[in-house]
Every structure is written in C-alpha cells, then in structure tokens.
Nanobody, 123 residues
C-alpha cells in the first residue's frame, strides 16, 4: 500500500487548501482512509476519516464544519478540503489508511502512512 500526499502550502487565515492523497495497492475494497496532523512536540491528531464500506465520514471537533473529506469515483484519490483555515491548523498533514475498518475514530491507529505535507496558516 502506498499513500502520497500533495497540496500543502502557505495560506493566510481564512483561506482554503485542498490536500490530495494518491493511493495504490489496496488489496480489497474494504478499507478506512483519513488524515492526521502533527505539530512539533505534540502527538499526532486524527483530523478526518472515511470508511469505504459505507462512505461514513468522521471529523475532529476542531475541524467540523470547515474540513471535508471525499474521494473520487475510482477511490484512488482521497481529498481533504480545508476552508476557513486558522493558524492553529498549521501542521504536517498525513494521509493514513488500513484494510478493514475501525471502531472509534479517536482511537484509530492506521497501518499505512504517507510521508506528510506541510500546511502553514499565517495570521
């Protein structure tokens, strides 16, 4: 399984960015995929996720109403649309996935990770 992120960059507060995750190598159609973020000195935080089985989506409270996770028709690309960005959204964002599903988003520990992409929001 390979995950490659793109789309990070520098944006002013209130602006938008769209992160992309190119996926390959999933052995089945049953998987969970999502986005995490990490700032230096802090634990990696789950931002959003979706389950391929039924399309259910999950969001951290800090991004609800501002971020949207979605995939294309082939499900080979997963996106994170980030609107109304705040300086506290600054982090390295990682695409992550696993075969099958998870029980609780806040406890999810994916098996596969991308290399990360930097998002910086200036005030």
């Amino acid at each position: 399984v390979q995950l490659v992120e793109s789309g990070g960059g520098l944006v002013q507060a209130g602006g938008s960015l769209r992160l992309s995750c190119t996926t390959s190598g999933f052995p089945s159609d049953d998987y969970a995929i999502g986005w995490f973020r990490q700032v230096p000195g802090k634990e990696r935080e789950g931002v959003s996720a979706m389950k391929s089985s039924d399309g259910t989506t999950y969001y951290a409270d800090s991004v609800k109403g501002r971020f949207t996770i979605f995939s294309d028709n082939t499900k080979a690309m997963v996106y994170l649309q980030m609107n109304s960005l705040k300086p506290e959204d600054t982090a390295v964002y990682y695409c992550a996935a696993q075969r099958g599903t998870f029980l609780l988003f806040r406890l999810w520990k994916p098996d596969y990770w991308g290399q990360g992409t930097q998002v910086t929001v200036s005030s």
